[in-house]
């Protein structure tokens, strides 16, 4: 056989052996290079709300874990649909986040018709924390505490305003929440984002509003807004001088809540990459220091307990929109 032909095979045989080597490369192994290249975080509301307070802080310690740029794009609309869908139709990679809200949960029983499956769309990264929202008014309102407002709603139906971060998030079914239990009628007006409502609120544009502790922490704490009740079943250890919406209207209840989502199909061996960097920086001290004072509680675990927390909210909230008649109309 000439040298040439001999040379050939022998260069084939290369090929082949390099192409058996890379297909041997181990899922493992792929992902322990993740990340490459910087992760984003959709968040589907509006800047300056709680959602995008907490996960730029998230983002940051993230981006330290992963020695990575992490960064935190606003995708609001349609009531967090519009950026949760761009995460259900990324590529299943890691690079791209949906920190996920109280709004996750409710969709499916208020949306029929959505542009994915909230239940096949998605994968469990980590469960941030939980916090309460607050109902606040401006420190000149007429209402000096919830019955003050139940009152005045019950005897002018329909004339005072909420605001809201969008239809279906969890200050629009705060709101929709006291009208059935308290057997009041408000008018609800939805923002693209806490920080829009937020303004309008402290402009006199609404009445009142249901903003989570994170977005609304530090204007109790300056006086440029009043509580007049937290949205959890007992008073907040950290919002302790305000009372439980529930002490006043009996059986009230609502969590806010932060979880990180990454596209189906996402490699195992990334989702355990991005909760593990995900928890070390919500368990960080410069984190919890900005957050815990507003009542977040910090409870990172693992991606099943994300989900398992989800699909019980899930359940309980259809219950609650069946048994309420509430609808997006």
């Given amino acids: 056989m000439k ?27 792929a992902a322990a290079e993740f990340p490459e290249r910087p992760v984003h975080i959709i968040v589907p509301f509006a800047p300056g709300g709680g959602t995008d307070m907490i996960s730029r802080l998230v983002g940051d310690g993230m981006s330290r874990e992963l020695d990575k740029p992490v960064i935190v794009e606003n995708k609001p609309g349609a009531g967090t649909t519009i950026g949760s869908d761009e995460v259900a139709r990324s590529k299943p990679d890691g690079y791209t986040l949906l920190m996920a809200t109280f709004a996750h949960a409710i969709n499916p029983a208020l949306r029929p018709k959505m542009p994915y499956d909230t239940d096949k769309a998605f994968t469990p990264v980590v469960l941030i924390g939980h916090s ?45 929440l006291l009208e059935t239990l308290a057997k009041v009628d408000m008018s609800h007006v939805p923002y693209r984002g806490a920080g829009p409502a937020l303004n309008d609120l402290l402009g006199g544009h609404v009445d009142l509003m249901f903003g989570t502790a994170a977005a609304v922490g530090s204007a109790l704490q300056s006086g440029t807004l009043r509580a007049l009740g937290v949205t959890t079943a007992e008073r907040s250890p950290a919002l302790a001088d305000i009372p439980a919406i529930a002490e006043s209207v009996p059986g009230y209840k609502l969590d806010s809540w932060y979880g990180l989502y990454a596209p189906a199909g996402t490699p195992p061996q990334v989702i355990a990459r991005l909760n593990e960097a995900a928890t070390k920086a919500a368990q960080a001290e410069a984190f919890k ?11 990172p675990g693992t991606p099943q307990d994300l ?23």
């Fill in 132 to 176: 309460p929202s607050v109902l606040v008014v401006r420190p000149d309102s007429p209402y000096k505490s919830l019955a003050d407002l139940i009152k005045a709603a019950k005897a002018q139906p329909g004339k005072i305003t909420y605001a809201s971060q969008g239809v279906g998030t969890s200050a629009h079914l705060a709101g929709e």
């Fill in 307 to 329: 989900e398992n927390y989800v699909k019980a909210e899930q359940k309980r909230w259809a219950d609650v929109v069946a048994s309420s008649n509430i609808s997006l109309n």
């Fill in 3 to 29: 040298f040439s032909s001999l040379f050939r095979i022998s260069r084939m045989a290369g090929f082949a052996a390099a192409a058996i080597a890379v297909a041997a490369i181990s899922p493992q192994a």
């Fill in 289 to 299: 220091s900005k957050v815990q004072q507003e009542g977040l509680l910090v409870t």
